[in-house]
């Protein structure tokens, strides 16, 4: 059974969601339908959440998070005040930091989360600093440090990260 915490005693899900354990839901957001969570998920107030949404094990949505349709955010990741377009994957244990100078609030309000463009997979481990945007249809490759802007269908490797190819440029055994 999910805690939900409310002031007015219900919540706005559609009667489709499925909460797993454990899963802590803050009174305040709004949720699209096929609203999924892992065990042990945690989602502050103020998120935006759209359709088809999947939040994984031990993952933490701080307040202001919009996050778009068809969206899969994998276990253990920390998003806070960050906009993700649809169809974005985001692998475990992503984090999108929130503070260029800790412990600034005032820095967090100016510069604000990261942008994930349609379409974007972001690798397992990648941290993304705040205020970055990331353009449609990029790759950021596992273990990578984004702390500037990428250009859509970019893909970005390496801390810092930096740009090794277009994603039209990768050619495997899947390809069609």
């Known amino acids: 059974m999910a805690n939900i ?10 009667p489709d969601a499925l909460i797993r354990s454990g899963t802590i839901i803050y009174d305040g957001s709004t949720y699209g339908s096929h609203f999924i969570t892992g065990h042990n998920a945690v ?11 999947v939040v994984g094990v031990h993952t933490y949505l701080g307040p202001g998070n919009i996050i778009g349709d068809d969206v899969k ?18 692998a475990p244990h992503v984090v999108f930091t929130n503070d260029p100078y800790p412990p600034c609030k005032k820095c967090v309000e100016e510069i604000g989360g990261a942008t994930v463009g349609d379409g974007t997979v972001i690798g397992a481990n ?23 802007d990428v250009e859509d269908e970019a893909v970005v490797v390496g801390n810092p990260a930096r740009m090794i190819k277009y ?10």
């Open 126 to 148: 990648a941290t993304i600093l705040p205020g970055v945007h990331i353009g449609k249809n990029c790759l950021i490759g596992a273990g990578s440090v984004v702390v500037a």
């Open 167 to 176: 994603k039209k440029d990768i050619i495997h055994k899947h390809t069609v």
């Open 43 to 53: 989602i502050r107030e103020n998120n935006t959440i759209g359709n088809r949404v």
């Open 73 to 90: 955010i994998h276990t253990s990741c920390f998003l806070e005040g960050v906009t993700l377009g649809n169809k974005v994957i985001i």
């Open 5 to 14: 915490i409310s002031e007015q005693g219900f919540m706005k899900l559609h």
